[in-house]
């Protein structure tokens, strides 16, 4: 086995070990079930924590992301590094809106999945539960991923899907949403206003990489009545965090 196989199989291990350890480990504890120097266990670790595929609590133990737990290797690939990455520049948003800050991606079936969030720190404010996926016709993630698309594309999803009234504000004529749609695509945001929930709006625009690519978007879920004032605001805040995200994971800094 040459030693390119060896560290692969060692990543494995390790991968094993934490899907395991309910509890996660601590290097300490990884170290001794690999058998291996905690220098290099702690390499491991981090390559890891750093691609999404684990996270490193405050009790300093390392435990299996909940959601690659959860979806397996549908998780995998660009979706675990997009959502690692994200972390801190969503901690940022959210604290410089007093608005959660979420990151989601679109689906093959016209569904937005959750991936990662930070939630304000205000009493009064919008959380979602990560892991589910929601429907893309009412939704500024949705919509804003589905103005990227090219235009077959983007008619294959919609053809597939029946809108359904989610609130009472939510669209469901299809005219009515492929105008939103392509609101999107000549702005570069949507803005939904409680059509997926009620006393909630939402501002998300995409994450572009330098090959022109579209991995995802960043959306800030706000109270309505806090949104209204702070449009522009927003809108620039949103940007600058999906350049940065863009930036890091074209390795070309976060500037």
């Not at 405050?58 to 959502?83: I, K, P, S, T, V």
């Amino acid at each position: 086995m040459n030693d390119n196989v060896r560290s692969a199989a060692r990543v494995l291990d390790l991968l094993e070990l934490l899907a395991g350890a309910g509890e996660g480990l601590t290097l300490a504890e990884a170290s001794e079930r690999l058998d291996a120097p905690k220098s290099s266990t702690l390499m491991l670790l981090r390559t890891l924590a750093g691609r999404g595929y684990a996270v490193r609590g405050g009790d300093d133990r390392y435990r299996l992301n909940e959601a690659f737990r959860q979806d397996g290797f549908g998780w995998g690939g660009q979706a675990a590094r997009l959502a690692a990455v994200s972390g801190p520049v969503l901690r940022d948003l959210a604290d410089a809106l007093g608005e959660t800050a979420i990151l989601g991606t679109l689906t093959g079936k016209g569904m937005v999945r959750l991936l990662a969030k930070a939630v304000t720190h205000e009493n009064i404010r919008y959380d979602i539960d990560l892991g589910q996926e929601l429907p893309a016709y009412c939704t500024a993630i949705g919509r804003v991923l589905l103005a990227q698309m090219p235009a077959e594309a983007r008619r294959h999803i919609l053809d597939r899907i029946e809108p359904q009234p989610v609130t009472p504000h939510s669209l469901t004529d299809r005219a009515a949403i492929e105008a939103r749609i392509e609101d999107a695509a000549r702005d570069g945001i949507s803005v939904v206003a409680e059509e997926y929930a009620l006393g909630g709006t939402g501002a998300a625009v995409p994450i572009r990489l330098a090959d022109g690519r579209v991995v995802g978007a960043v959306n800030a879920g706000c109270i309505s009545p806090r949104y209204a004032g702070k449009e522009a605001e927003i809108a620039t805040a949103l940007r600058a965090a999906a350049r940065t995200i863009a930036a890091r994971l074209d390795n070309r800094g976060a500037a």
